[in-house]
């Protein structure tokens, strides 16, 4: 074991494991986590997402349904257009820590 590494402070209730584990399985499929990354802190329309994220508006909206059910996006209505965004800041500095972690190009 090396001996530089430092304690890490690991989740110990149960409550707090459900909650993190329903999260980050909704946010494991590749499509929904760009979805997250496009809007980051942004509230983004539908079709600004769809544009954004390049696929068909039925598949987004798939994956919109999810994130929503689980908390993890709000949306608000305005005359025909659905307006999404992260809801937690929590998430979004999941997000942030994941691209520390694993984004090669990061600046």
Same mark, same amino acid.
């Given at each position: 074991?090396?001996?530089?590494?430092?304690?890490?402070?690991?989740?110990?209730?149960?409550?707090?494991?459900?909650?993190?584990?329903?999260?980050?399985?909704?946010?494991?499929?590749? $499509? %929904?986590? +760009?979805?997250?990354? !496009?809007?980051?802190?942004?509230?983004?329309? /539908?079709?600004?997402? #769809?544009?954004?994220?390049?696929?068909?508006?039925?598949?987004?909206?798939?994956?919109?349904?999810? $994130? %929503?059910? +689980?908390?993890?996006? !709000?949306?608000?209505?305005?005359?025909?257009? /659905?307006?999404?965004? #992260?809801?937690?800041?929590?998430?979004?500095?999941?997000?942030?820590?994941?691209?520390?972690?694993?984004?090669?190009?990061?600046?």
């Amino acid at each position: 074991m090396a001996e530089n590494i430092q304690p890490i402070a690991l989740i110990t209730h149960d409550e707090d494991i459900e909650r993190a584990a329903r999260s980050m399985k909704a946010m494991s499929h590749p $499509l %929904r986590l +760009k979805i997250l990354c !496009t809007l980051g802190e942004h509230e983004l329309s /539908v079709q600004d997402i #769809v544009e954004q994220v390049g696929t068909s508006q039925s598949n987004i909206s798939q994956h919109l349904a999810i $994130l %929503r059910d +689980k908390g993890i996006l !709000t949306s608000r209505k305005d005359a025909n257009r /659905v307006y999404y965004r #992260v809801g937690d800041a929590r998430t979004l500095r999941l997000i942030s820590m994941m691209r520390e972690v694993f984004c090669s190009f990061c600046s």
